[in-house]
């Protein structure tokens, strides 16, 4: 398996990321993380700002460039976004389970990549289920912040 990682592009991954997070559920029974519903509301509301399409920069896709979908296109295996704040989210496919630790990482590399846009600098913290004790473990191990859900 190669992974690979890359910006979101809002017009031609949206139908095909939510698609993704509504399998996770539906495989995990779990919301784990990141919710469809807070994914459509970076760009359709409630009453926030307008959605730039600068801030596809904010999600990453992580894929399995030796396996495709559907469609011919690499496999998602992993979508994380990054807000203004520390707060990040992310979804991993269950089947790519191991890569947990490998995806967590790469997101506090690019955040602390990204300029600063706010007092609280380049920390990221994860909401993590309070049910989910490997993942917290985890987020422990790294030294990570932890926001439950």
């Not at 009453?47 to 894929?63: A, H, M, N, T």
């Not at 846009?117 to 985890?138: K, S």
Request: charged share 30%; aromatic share 10%.
């Amino acid at each position: 398996m190669t992974l690979g990682v890359r910006d979101f592009l809002w017009h031609e991954d949206y139908g095909t990321v939510m698609k993704f997070l509504a399998e996770v559920i539906e495989l995990t029974q779990s919301v784990r993380n990141l919710i469809p519903t807070r994914f459509e509301n970076r760009k359709y509301g409630p009453c926030g700002p307008e959605y730039l399409d600068e801030e596809d920069s904010f999600v990453k896709i992580w894929e399995d460039t030796d396996t495709t979908d559907s469609s011919g296109r690499p496999r998602i295996v992993a979508v994380g976004v990054f807000t203004d704040s520390p707060d990040s989210f992310f979804s991993l496919h269950p089947d790519y389970k191991h890569l947990d630790r490998e995806i967590i990482i790469d997101m506090e590399r690019m955040k602390a990549a990204m300029p600063p846009t706010d007092d609280r600098g380049l920390r990221i913290a994860f909401f993590v289920e309070a049910t989910d004790t490997e993942r917290i473990n985890l987020m422990k191990d790294l030294g990570l912040l932890l926001l439950w859900s």
